[in-house]
């Protein structure tokens, strides 16, 4: 399998468009697509991207071992309801400034969702507890 093939299965995994992998990793318009089709390797900024999704670096240069790093989480471990909650409440925080919601508004509920697993919270009120810091974090570092 080609690096070119090893990214379209990446593609795959995340059920995303070329445009919207694009966005994601930051390759600018088209910039997944002449990956996908030149088969080579993204740029270094790029790969911390890749490192922070879950993506196994040594998979992606060599093919070798598996796609995913052994330490992120399995599609089958998310929870499914606070991602969307998640999900929600950063739609919300743009509505409720009359904005327009950013491209990146599924990177910052991700970004959300990874600290809140990372701290660990087994109670949904405290998980949505962290979500309204989370926000009012978030709401004060873009200026909202």
Known sequence: MSIGQRLSAIRAYF???QEAMSQRFGLGT?????LEKAGRAPRDDALAVFVESG???NWLITGQGDMMQKKSLAREEVDETLNARIFDAVIE???K???DLPTD???VAARIYTEIIAADLKD???KMVALRYALTQTRRKRGL
């Open 97 to 99: 400034c009359n904005l």
């Open 93 to 95: 925080l743009y509505q």
């Open 15 to 17: 059920g995303l468009s």
């Open 30 to 34: 088209g910039g997944w697509k002449r």
């Open 55 to 57: 993506i196994d670096l």
């Open 105 to 107: 508004a599924g990177e």
């Open 124 to 126: 949904w009120n405290e």
